[in-house]
């Protein structure tokens, strides 16, 4: 007898022990008797609810979406399939979707990844930082003192109102700048933070996978920051060196979400109009890693993997077959897989107050009845296995999305597939004609009168020096008994057809041919000039798309994550009042010319020793930083760092300072420059002195004055 059988033993005599079947059935109740809970039945059904509206809604972009993914591929549709296999003839399909979304997917991943830092974005303080109310005692005290000094300057008991509001005004502004200063290394400090969380949190690669589907697809997802428990390695020394210490941390990640798995409300436009939904499929050890994590339910998670192991918990698709043979994942059979997926429903959205107390919550727990309670849900079958409200204040959820074009008041854009698709059928259409019509004029046709063939004789091959045997025409017909003759070739005119909608597609995606390498053509393709100018005039169009992708995904994906870092990093030296800057739409003009644009503004500074002096010396060697980077170059090792250049200004300040007591210490000179203030009538009212170029002993050592003199 199997002893995990027994249900219940002893530990001597006095404590009852539960065998794990026993444990194991025990939970499986408790999991049962808390999935029944007014509240998780009523959520699970409106769950449900939810789902088959938004399976209903999205069935026409779901056929849309599979056509364009055969298209990208180089596959006909199965209805257009069958067609062509009826009439016969070539199967040929012109890949220029193909060529298409690759070109345009290169040229957004250049212009978004493309940089040395492979960053497309950066955060910057806000144009008026808030004053803290410690700033703002700092800004009394410091309007006091100032109001103080300013009476004794004038010799007066009281300011006026006015003149107290201005130097409350002037402190204000003191402070502010130096709230500014603060706020920009904050800024710093943040943005190299962030920059480390996304390429740990697999940024880079989800924008990539993003990309590509945004060329694809209606619209591309993406989803982040989401934050999971990951085993991270790390090294610690010890007596007998360094040892392996595995951690499990809470870090954030991002990911690419299929088009495929996502379903809107049936009446939204954007993420956060309305519910979503996220079809998972999730693996047996997936389900696993869930266990223990906040917010789900243990006993829950358990009773479905035990579930699972006798079969069933998948939520079929209509498009399922057809999805995984368009995906190219071999076998069109769902059942056929020794690992069962495990499909799960990931509802975000609003709950009514008053549903909740309908479905047995407090009046405590739902003080008003009125208010719309954000949520998120899992389900996987009759389970729920978690069901809290959304951590995000504002009610936001952890997915972006944008088209390659956009359309008003739509979820689903339209993609580089969609506005080629009429161009693409075209172009195969005559691609097949043009084959078919070249195959059927490689040679000649004959006819032959049946009549006047003699029996066996061999009619499907034509070769030199074939002899022909036939018979006289019974009817007395002086006709021949085979006639040979050639089909004609409309070659010219099927390749005119192909190349007018073959430019029509390059009009229609905004993506020319030459951005993808095709250096034929004429007139201003001929010269580099040429060239660049019209890469800069099709600039214009990936520019909105960037622009999509700034405003919808990036600004508001950051957003989320520097929302994190202010609520759960405990470093106070990241903190700061900050505005998400996007600069992927400017990224093709950074690219193409600032450093032209940089190159001659430092010429102008450099030339010009008034504009040297106004800018300053850290100016200067900003400008020649940001110049040697765009080369690839060792910044570090070609102009030194900013604090050498302010230890130099301060050094020259200081020496220009003594420069000056010298001067004044040792009286005029007869390299000196009178300066005399006259009266209307030429009458002398005043003389200033000013110090010529002179040579003093400082410490011993001759120091030159190398101020010009002031001449009237």
Same mark, same amino acid.
């Given at each position: 007898?199997?002893?995990?059988?027994?249900?219940?033993?002893?530990? *001597?005599?006095?404590?009852?022990?539960?065998?794990?079947?026993?444990?194991?059935?025990?939970?499986?109740?408790? +999991?049962?008797?808390?999935?029944?809970?007014?509240?998780?039945?009523?959520?699970?059904?409106?769950?449900?609810?939810?789902?088959?509206?938004?399976?209903?809604?999205?069935?026409?972009?779901?056929?849309?979406?599979?056509?364009?993914? #055969?298209?990208?591929?180089?596959?006909?549709?199965?209805?257009?399939?069958?067609?062509?296999?009826?009439?016969?003839?070539?199967?040929?399909?012109?890949?220029?979707?193909?060529?298409? !979304?690759?070109?345009?997917?290169?040229?957004?991943?250049?212009?978004?990844?493309?940089?040395?830092?492979?960053?497309?974005?950066?955060?910057?303080?806000?144009?008026?930082? @808030?004053?803290?109310?410690?700033?703002?005692?700092?800004?009394?005290?410091?309007?006091?003192?100032? +109001?103080?000094?300013?009476?004794?300057?004038?010799?007066?008991?009281?300011?006026? &109102?006015?003149?107290?509001?201005?130097?409350?005004?002037?402190?204000? %502004?003191?402070?502010? +700048?130096?709230?500014?200063?603060?706020?920009?290394?904050?800024?710093?400090?943040?943005?190299?933070?962030?920059?480390?969380?996304?390429?740990? /949190?697999?940024?880079?690669?989800?924008?990539?996978?993003?990309?590509?589907?945004?060329?694809?697809?209606?619209?591309?997802?993406?989803?982040?920051?989401?934050? #999971?428990?990951?085993?991270?390695? *790390?090294?610690?020394?010890?007596?007998? *060196?360094?040892?392996?210490?595995?951690?499990?941390?809470?870090?954030?990640?991002?990911?690419?979400?299929?088009?495929?798995?996502?379903?809107?409300?049936?009446?939204?436009?954007?993420?956060?109009?309305?519910?979503?939904?996220?079809?998972?499929?999730?693996? =047996?050890?997936?389900?696993?890693?869930?266990?223990?994590?906040?917010?789900?339910?243990? @006993?829950?998670?358990?009773?479905?993997?035990?579930?699972? /192991?006798?079969?069933?918990? #998948?939520?079929?698709?209509?498009? @399922?077959?057809?999805?995984?043979?368009?995906?190219?994942?071999?076998?069109?059979?769902?059942?056929?897989?020794?690992?069962?997926?495990?499909?799960?429903?990931?509802?975000?959205?609003?709950?009514?107050?008053?549903?909740?107390?309908?479905?047995?919550?407090?009046?405590?727990?739902?003080?008003?009845?009125?208010?719309?309670?954000? !949520?998120?849900?899992?389900?996987?079958?009759?389970?729920?296995?978690?069901?809290?409200?959304?951590?995000?204040?504002?009610? =936001?959820?952890?997915?972006?999305?944008?088209?390659?074009?956009?359309?008003?008041?739509?979820?689903?854009?339209?993609?580089?597939?969609?506005?080629?698709?009429?161009?693409?059928?075209? !172009?195969?259409?005559?691609?097949?004609?043009?084959?078919?019509?070249?195959?059927?004029?490689?040679?000649?046709?004959?006819?032959?009168?049946?009549?006047?063939?003699?029996?066996?004789?061999?009619?499907?091959?034509?070769?030199?020096?074939?002899?022909?045997?036939?018979?006289? %025409?019974?009817?007395?017909?002086?006709?021949?008994?085979? %006639?040979?003759?050639?089909?004609?070739?409309?070659?010219?005119?099927?390749?005119?057809?192909?190349?007018?909608?073959?430019?029509? $597609?390059?009009?229609?995606?905004?993506?020319?041919?030459?951005?993808?390498?095709?250096?034929? *053509?004429?007139?201003?393709?001929?010269?580099?000039?040429?060239?660049?100018?019209?890469?800069?005039?099709?600039?214009?169009?990936?520019?909105?798309?960037?622009?999509?992708? @700034?405003?919808?995904?990036?600004?508001?994906?950051?957003?989320?994550?520097?929302?994190?870092?202010?609520?759960?990093?405990? %470093?106070?030296?990241?903190?700061?009042?900050?505005?998400?800057?996007?600069?992927?739409?400017?990224?093709?003009?950074?690219?193409?010319?600032?450093?032209?644009?940089?190159?001659?503004?430092?010429?102008?500074?450099?030339?010009?020793?008034?504009?040297?002096?106004?800018?300053?010396?850290?100016?200067?060697?900003?400008?020649?930083?940001?110049?040697?980077?765009?080369?690839?170059?060792?910044?570090?090792?070609?102009?030194?760092?900013?604090?050498?250049?302010?230890?130099?200004?301060?050094?020259?300040?200081?020496? +220009?300072?003594?420069?000056?007591?010298?001067?004044?210490? $040792?009286?005029?000179? &007869?390299?000196?420059?009178?300066?005399?203030?006259?009266?209307?009538?030429?009458?002398?009212?005043?003389?200033?002195?000013?110090?010529?170029?002179?040579?003093?002993?400082?410490?011993?050592?001759?120091?030159?004055?190398?101020?010009?003199?002031?001449?009237?």
């Amino acid at each position: 007898m199997d002893p995990m059988q027994n249900q219940t033993g002893s530990l *001597g005599g006095l404590v009852p022990v539960l065998s794990a079947a026993a444990l194991q059935e025990q939970a499986r109740k408790d +999991a049962e008797v808390k999935n029944t809970e007014p509240v998780l039945v009523g959520l699970a059904a409106y769950v449900r609810r939810c789902w088959e509206a938004s399976k209903q809604a999205k069935q026409e972009t779901e056929q849309r979406m599979l056509c364009s993914l #055969r298209q990208r591929q180089g596959h006909y549709d199965p209805e257009d399939m069958a067609e062509i296999k009826k009439t016969g003839g070539s199967e040929i399909f012109m890949m220029i979707t193909s060529v298409k !979304c690759r070109a345009a997917g290169s040229w957004l991943k250049d212009i978004l990844l493309g940089t040395k830092d492979g960053k497309s974005w950066g955060i910057a303080p806000t144009t008026i930082p @808030d004053l803290a109310p410690e700033d703002m005692q700092q800004v009394v005290q410091r309007a006091t003192r100032d +109001a103080m000094e300013m009476e004794m300057m004038v010799s007066q008991a009281l300011m006026t &109102p006015m003149q107290m509001e201005e130097v409350v005004e002037r402190a204000k %502004d003191r402070i502010r +700048a130096e709230a500014k200063e603060e706020a920009k290394e904050a800024v710093s400090r943040m943005e190299d933070k962030m920059e480390d969380q996304l390429l740990e /949190g697999g940024y880079l690669r989800a924008i990539s996978e993003f990309i590509d589907d945004l060329t694809i697809f209606p619209s591309a997802v993406l989803k982040g920051p989401v934050i #999971r428990k990951k085993a991270v390695l *790390g090294w610690v020394q010890d007596a007998s *060196g360094w040892t392996v210490n595995v951690q499990q941390k809470l870090v954030p990640e991002w990911e690419r979400v299929s088009p495929f798995d996502i379903y809107p409300a049936p009446h939204s436009a954007d993420i956060d109009d309305g519910y979503l939904i996220e079809h998972h499929r999730l693996t =047996r050890s997936a389900l696993n890693e869930l266990i223990g994590v906040d917010g789900y339910s243990d @006993d829950a998670i358990r009773a479905v993997l035990e579930e699972n /192991g006798r079969g069933g918990l #998948r939520e079929w698709l209509a498009i @399922d077959q057809a999805r995984i043979a368009a995906e190219n994942k071999g076998s069109s059979s769902l059942d056929y897989n020794p690992e069962a997926l495990i499909d799960a429903l990931q509802f975000w959205g609003s709950v009514r107050g008053q549903d909740l107390i309908d479905w047995g919550m407090s009046a405590e727990e739902i003080p008003d009845p009125t208010v719309e309670y954000n !949520c998120e849900v899992w389900q996987i079958g009759r389970w729920t296995i978690k069901a809290t409200l959304n951590y995000d204040p504002l009610g =936001r959820k952890p997915y972006d999305k944008t088209s390659y074009e956009e359309i008003p008041g739509a979820f689903w854009g339209n993609s580089v597939a969609d506005l080629v698709r009429d161009c693409q059928k075209v !172009c195969n259409s005559t691609a097949r004609a043009l084959v078919n019509n070249m195959g059927i004029a490689s040679g000649p046709q004959v006819g032959y009168n049946v009549s006047r063939i003699p029996a066996g004789e061999d009619l499907t091959q034509v070769y030199p020096w074939k002899v022909w045997q036939y018979t006289s %025409d019974p009817y007395g017909s002086t006709a021949p008994a085979m %006639d040979f003759f050639q089909p004609s070739i409309n070659a010219a005119e099927l390749m005119g057809v192909y190349e007018k909608f073959s430019a029509l $597609a390059d009009e229609y995606s905004g993506v020319p041919r030459y951005m993808s390498g095709d250096a034929s *053509g004429q007139g201003a393709l001929r010269t580099s000039s040429g060239i660049s100018m019209l890469m800069g005039n099709a600039g214009k169009a990936i520019k909105q798309v960037v622009a999509n992708i @700034d405003v919808n995904v990036t600004t508001p994906m950051l957003e989320r994550q520097y929302y994190h870092n202010m609520r759960y990093e405990e %470093d106070p030296e990241l903190k700061g009042d900050v505005q998400i800057v996007a600069r992927g739409a400017n990224m093709l003009i950074v690219k193409e010319q600032a450093q032209v644009r940089r190159n001659e503004f430092l010429q102008i500074v450099a030339s010009n020793p008034t504009f040297a002096q106004i800018v300053g010396e850290p100016a200067i060697a900003a400008l020649l930083r940001e110049g040697a980077k765009a080369l690839d170059m060792d910044t570090d090792e070609i102009v030194p760092p900013p604090e050498v250049i302010r230890a130099r200004a301060s050094a020259a300040m200081q020496m +220009a300072q003594l420069q000056m007591q010298a001067a004044r210490q $040792a009286g005029p000179q &007869p390299s000196d420059v009178i300066n005399f203030e006259r009266d209307e009538s030429g009458a002398v009212k005043s003389a200033k002195v000013m110090p010529g170029n002179r040579q003093q002993m400082q410490n011993g050592a001759p120091v030159t004055d190398n101020f010009a003199p002031a001449r009237r």
